[in-house]
């Protein structure tokens, strides 16, 4: 395996792990970096949907206990019940969607061009939110209702666009909706877990005809990457969301969708 492709793996995989659960996409950077490592073919398309479920692993070590008990009392205890069921109600409205434009999405919307666009509405949008959203009567997760979960569901939805960041979306939309920082926060972490195991499901089994053996190191490389880099970026979030606002993500989207758009455009 040519030492250049795994750098290319390693710097994606942080890439990957380093943005999935802050407010700034994840697919958007990937679809920037790997066009400017040159490596946007479709095997690089398929090497980004492995090194997703190194992110993905990432939260569910990080929050193994909960998840653990959840199974554990599913049959005898409505609060891992209800958790269940609004994770199910917030998955819905954008795997249904994902699942029925997919092909669309991935052949219009995948350019640098359009992750700038998103990028620096997005920014603004989190401006917006910061400055007028106020009320959370939301403090747990528990208490967490159907139809909240149902909104921040509708909310993912705009992350199916790349760009936008589906961190973003649902961590904003859970506040919009009601929830405090923290526990929008922590919903996103838990709510990651299906949606990313359903696209990257879905990718890998309509692509598995493009993996190779010969791939292996380069995709072990970028998903060990991937999982260490999110698990560090998931405790350093948690800590952060108790005393800061999300204002310089916002700063940080707009000025860097600045110069993509200047770059690529």
């Known amino acids: 395996m040519d030492l250049i492709i795994l ?9 990957e792990g380093a ?17 400017l490592l040159s490596f946007n073919d479709h095997k ?14 990432a939260v569910c070590w990080e929050f193994r206990r909960r998840l653990i008990y959840t199974a554990a009392h599913l049959s005898n205890n409505d609060g891992a019940r209800g958790f269940v069921l609004n994770l199910f109600i917030a998955f819905l409205p954008a795997g249904l969607m994902g699942l029925a434009f997919h092909k669309q999405i991935k052949h219009y919307l995948f350019s640098p061009i359009t992750v700038a666009f ?3 509405i997005g920014g603004f949008a989190i401006l917006l939110i910061e400055k007028y959203t106020s009320h959370s009567s939301t403090k747990h997760i528990e208490e967490i ?13 705009l992350a199916l666009v790349p760009g936008v960041s589906r961190a973003g979306a649902t961590i904003l939309g859970g506040m919009v909706f009601g929830l405090t920082r923290q526990t929008a926060t922590e919903f996103s972490f838990f709510l990651a877990i299906p949606i990313m195991i359903a696209v990257t499901g879905f990718d890998l089994l309509y692509n598995w005809k493009l993996l190779s053996l010969a791939d292996v190191p380069m995709f072990a490389v970028g998903f060990i990457t991937a999982f ?17 606002d999300f204002r310089a993500f916002a700063w940080y989207r707009i000025i860097f969708g600045i110069c993509v758009l200047l770059y690529f455009w």
Do not use: M
């Open 7 to 15: 750098f290319k793996a390693f710097i994606l995989g942080i890439v």
């Open 19 to 35: 943005t999935e659960f802050l407010p700034i996409s994840s697919t958007g950077h990937l679809i920037i970096a790997g066009d």
């Open 44 to 57: 690089g398309k398929i090497f980004e949907i492995v090194i997703q479920l190194g992110a993905v692993l």
């Open 118 to 120: 998103a990028l620096i």
């Open 145 to 157: 209702t159907p139809k909240q979960a149902l909104k921040i569901g509708l909310a993912q939805t």
């Open 228 to 244: 260490l880099s999110a698990l560090l970026v998931i405790r350093i979030l948690i800590h952060y969301v108790a005393n800061n």
